[in-house]
């Protein structure tokens, strides 16, 4: 009998627990997500994957929040917009006015990319405003993907939003291929929502099934595993041996690459919300936690710090810890000057309901 409590008492050790409504293992993989895109801008680093992991992510707690919000009848549309809005708005606006104050106003006459969170259809179509500015093509995706999906959500049972998760999937590096002749480089194809939308249907694809069953993931973990080496061997192979593979715009480059990193940033997040051991260790890291709790703001901003410091011709190395300090500290004034109190209220991330006691 006091092996079956110790063995129910190590289950209970090895279990994520919520924290204030949030699973605390993901603010972690949010951590490392902005960190890998900080390397790949701080220090030319093959990193450009880290974006692809926030999408995952979103596609994960945008679609559990919309579920939890339907399955209880509660205030839907104005409840997730006037959360949207709170998060997003006011360090996006503080963005844009740090930028000008650092780099002009070129952005201004191309105003209506920002104001309508477009800026990845702006950018397909070429410069629209000061470098720095580049990072806001990702936040338009995720804009433009809340756009159409609560709707979604909302009129279509589990069982066809499954079909429909699935269908995104797999249609999006075929529509990658195809509209590849299209464009004369792949930015496009890298900035544009519908040639994006496998990565925010994967993390979709695993909310509903969570919420469906709390355990479902639990058989595919040793898969998640493997198609996490496998996606990195393919990676790391491509870098080395095919360095301009990605630039390459080809439909094969298009079609498939982007499809190794879903099978990559969606392993890590099934393997992330299992999070025992080691994993749930690393990625509850206090430190960790924090960085991942002002991520949008290190993601906003450290781009603009970067260019800001590039001219003094320091050594790389030293600008990107200088670069790291002034963005932690930036993120850390706007957390605790003003999102914060934007961010708290009595709702709760409605994905720990499904997840709670595996994430």
Avoid at 13 to 28: E, K, N, S, Y
Avoid at 306 to 322: D, E, G, I, Q, S
Wanted: a positive charge; aromatic letters at 14%.
């Amino acid at each position: 009998m006091n092996d079956v409590h110790a063995s129910i008492a190590r289950r209970a050790a090895d279990t994520p627990v919520p924290h204030h409504g949030r699973i605390v293992q993901l603010d972690g993989l949010r951590a490392i997500a902005v960190g890998a895109v900080f390397l790949q801008h701080a220090l030319k680093a093959p990193l450009w994957m880290g974006v692809d992991l926030f999408f995952v992510l979103s596609g994960l707690l945008i679609t559990g929040i919309l579920l939890e919000r339907k399955a209880r009848g509660q205030s839907y549309f104005s409840h997730f917009y006037a959360r949207r809005v709170r998060r997003i708005l006011p360090p996006y606006v503080l963005l844009l006015v740090a930028s000008t104050l650092l780099f002009g106003a070129s952005w201004l006459p191309h105003w209506p990319w920002f104001a309508f969170f477009s800026t990845n259809i702006g950018l397909s179509l070429g410069s629209i405003g000061h470098d720095s500015l580049n990072v806001l093509w990702s936040l338009a995706v995720e804009e433009q993907f809340y756009i159409f999906w609560p709707f979604v959500v909302l009129w279509c049972s589990e069982r066809a939003l499954l079909w429909i998760a699935a269908a995104l999937i797999v249609a999006a590096p075929v529509l990658r291929a195809i509209a590849t002749p299209w464009f004369d480089s792949f930015w496009p194809i890298y900035y544009l929502t519908p040639f994006r939308m496998d990565l925010l249907a994967a993390g979709a694809l695993l909310a509903i099934v969570l919420r469906r069953d709390r355990r479902a993931l639990e058989p595919f973990y040793p898969l998640a595993i493997a198609g996490a080496l496998v996606s990195l061997a393919i990676l790391g192979w491509l870098h080395l041996s095919f360095p301009r593979f990605r630039a390459a715009n080809t439909p094969l480059s298009n079609a498939a690459l982007y499809s190794v990193s879903l099978l990559l940033c969606t392993s890590i997040v099934v393997i992330a919300l299992r999070g025992r051991g080691l994993v749930q260790r690393v990625l509850t890291n206090p430190a960790l936690v924090y960085v991942g709790t002002v991520s949008y703001t290190v993601y906003l901003i450290h781009l603009s710090v970067l260019y800001a410091l590039w001219p003094l011709h320091l050594n790389r190395y030293l600008t990107a810890v200088l670069a790291l300090a002034i963005t932690l500290a930036y993120a850390t004034a706007s957390w605790y000057g003003f999102e914060r109190r934007l961010t708290r209220g009595p709702v709760r991330s409605a994905l720990p309901a499904a997840a709670r006691t595996t994430a």
